[in-house]
């Protein structure tokens, strides 16, 4: 593309978004069009490069953390486009400096440490490499903060970035995942066959954006796919009847999910919405890559084949439990096929050995706010029981339920999932918007469910896998 077409392209960018000729349009303006411009191209790269790899039979990569540090992406996405210089000589000709655009965009609020870093980076090394990959994280809304230093102590403000930086994200409402949160799970037992129905849950709807990474030269493209959190209706009746407040809460409490990154968890809203971020985060992204696996393949047997799901660090290791429930509880694998699966399928990346630095989560907060997952990670298989019995319960087991001590052992190890040696038979799940066919899955050590210590870690809940 030469310099000239690309100037009329920018002109048509600008007249049909703002009706503004080049010579007269802000450097805001100059900057929003020049991004819809890379972003229409990163898309349709990204849909021939998806279709291709699908067409292959190519393993997909995905790749889960609670933060990416994205930084700037319109500097970015010329050179990789191939256009930064075509793009700077247009704007010359105007008299308009490139770097004065470059400024008009907001670093994205979606991350900001090593961590993030990392896995921006993998996502660019992936589309370099031709790897057919995808991220997956939390549209946070206010990022982390903004510091200022005032009479030498720090002082925390919003950093509003999706002003800026919304023009980058491609949203799909029509691809929404459902997340449910809180409720009771009812057990039950059909001539051999254990469902549950869990009720009195609280659904928060998580809506995709997507944001594509164009790799150097052209060879692939990359997607990071953010998820936002919204309520899934409108308490229309509440409001009719003058109860604002209380119609507008379902919403607000839907959307603290995805409003800042790293909420301070130093009392116990903080930490519930910590977990709640997490699992949010786990449940989406695996509701999305079985559904995107199922539409490709329709099959899950395949799976560990096809799909490789590495998780950076352990904010996202509730993925693992949240796929042996889908597994077994809505597609009927039995057991052991669906344990093989998991750990065929999943990676896990340690980013810290030191003791200080694990973290532990209060029984209670997980059951009460989890309550299907905390049966997955604290239960065995299910088994029909006698009227009146109680749960059944392993040695060491009194452990978790009265106490959340840390035991001693490496990093890793102390939330083990354990491989049980029977076979149980399952029947597919027939879903009704209240109750499911859900089992009993998965035993946990002792020393599982702990309280946290630092605000950056999870534990790992299937570091055996």
């Given at each position: 593309m030469t310099s000239k077409e690309f100037g009329k392209l920018l002109q048509d960018k600008l007249t049909s978004e703002y009706g503004v000729e080049l010579s007269v349009?802000?450097?805001?303006?100059?900057?929003?069009?020049?991004?819809?411009?890379?972003?229409?191209?990163?898309?349709?790269?990204?849909?021939?490069?998806?279709?291709?790899?699908?067409?292959?039979?190519?393993?997909?990569?995905?790749?889960?953390?609670?933060?990416?540090?994205?930084?700037?992406?319109?500097?970015?996405?010329?050179?990789?486009?191939?256009?930064?210089?075509?793009?700077?000589?247009?704007?010359?000709?105007?008299?308009?400096?490139?770097?004065?655009?470059?400024?008009?965009?907001?670093?994205?609020?979606?991350?900001?440490?090593?961590?993030?870093?990392?896995?921006?980076?993998?996502?660019?090394?992936?589309?370099?490499?031709?790897?057919?990959?995808?991220?997956?994280?939390i549209l946070y809304e206010y990022g982390i903060f903004k510091q200022k230093i005032v009479d030498g102590w720090q002082q925390e403000r919003a950093d509003n970035w999706l002003p800026g930086g919304q023009v980058w994200l491609q949203s799909h409402p029509d691809q929404a995942v459902e997340v449910r949160f809180d409720g009771e799970i009812h057990e039950n037992w059909d001539n051999g066959f254990h469902y549950i129905q869990h009720t009195n849950y609280n659904s928060?709807?998580?809506?995709?954006?997507?944001?594509?990474?164009?790799?150097?030269?052209?060879?692939?493209?990359?997607?990071?796919?953010?998820?936002?959190?919204?309520?899934?209706?409108?308490?229309?009746?509440?409001?009719?009847?003058?109860?604002?407040?209380?119609?507008?809460?379902k919403n607000a409490n839907a959307e603290l999910?995805?409003?800042?990154?790293?909420?301070?968890?130093?009392?116990?809203?903080?930490?519930?919405?910590?977990?709640?971020?997490?699992?949010?985060?786990?449940?989406?992204?695996?509701?999305?890559?079985?559904?995107?696996?199922?539409?490709?393949?329709?099959?899950?047997?395949?799976?560990?084949?096809k799909v490789a799901i590495q998780l950076n660090d352990t904010h996202p290791t509730l993925a693992i439990p949240e796929m042996m429930r889908i597994l077994l509880d809505e597609c009927g694998f039995g057991w052991d096929k669906a344990f093989d699966i998991c750990q065929k399928v999943f990676s896990y990346t340690n980013h810290t050995v030191m003791a200080e630095a694990l973290e532990k989560w209060n029984v209670d907060i997980f059951k009460m706010?989890?309550?299907?997952?905390?049966?997955?990670?604290?239960?065995?298989?299910?088994?029909p029981r006698r009227a009146g019995e109680g749960l059944p319960r392993r040695q060491g087991q009194d452990r978790l339920y009265g106490t959340d001590r840390r035991?001693?052992?490496?990093?890793?190890?102390?939330?083990?999932?354990?491989?049980?040696?029977?076979?149980?038979?399952?029947?597919a799940a027939q879903p009704d918007h209240q109750g499911q066919r859900l089992p009993r899955l998965l035993p946990v050590q002792a020393a599982g469910l702990q309280e946290r210590d630092q605000r950056h870690r999870l534990p790992p809940l299937a570091a055996g896998l």
């Open positions: 349009a802000s450097n805001q303006q100059i900057y929003r069009s020049l991004a819809l411009i890379c972003r229409q191209m990163m898309s349709e790269n990204h849909k021939k490069f998806q279709s291709k790899a699908i067409g292959t039979g190519t393993k997909q990569v995905y790749y889960l953390c609670m933060e990416f540090l994205m930084g700037r992406s319109l500097k970015t996405s010329l050179l990789n486009l191939g256009l930064d210089e075509v793009a700077k000589k247009a704007l010359s000709d105007a008299d308009i400096s490139i770097d004065s655009i470059f400024e008009e965009e907001p670093d994205a609020g979606l991350g900001n440490g090593g961590l993030g870093r990392l896995a921006a980076c993998y996502l660019d090394g992936m589309a370099t490499t031709g790897i057919c990959g995808t991220g997956y994280s928060v709807m998580a809506v995709p954006s997507d944001m594509y990474v164009q790799g150097y030269d052209g060879k692939g493209v990359a997607k990071l796919r953010l998820w936002q959190a919204k309520a899934p209706d409108f308490d229309m009746s509440s409001f009719s009847l003058g109860n604002y407040n209380t119609a507008m809460s999910i995805s409003k800042v990154l790293y909420p301070n968890d130093n009392h116990v809203e903080g930490k519930i919405l910590r977990l709640r971020q997490q699992y949010f985060l786990s449940a989406a992204s695996i509701g999305d890559i079985v559904q995107n696996h199922l539409s490709s393949y329709a099959t899950l047997e395949n799976l560990p084949d706010t989890l309550p299907r997952i905390y049966q997955i990670v604290g239960d065995g298989p299910p088994r035991q001693s052992g490496a990093h890793g190890k102390h939330l083990r999932l354990h491989r049980q040696q029977h076979q149980r038979r399952v029947q």
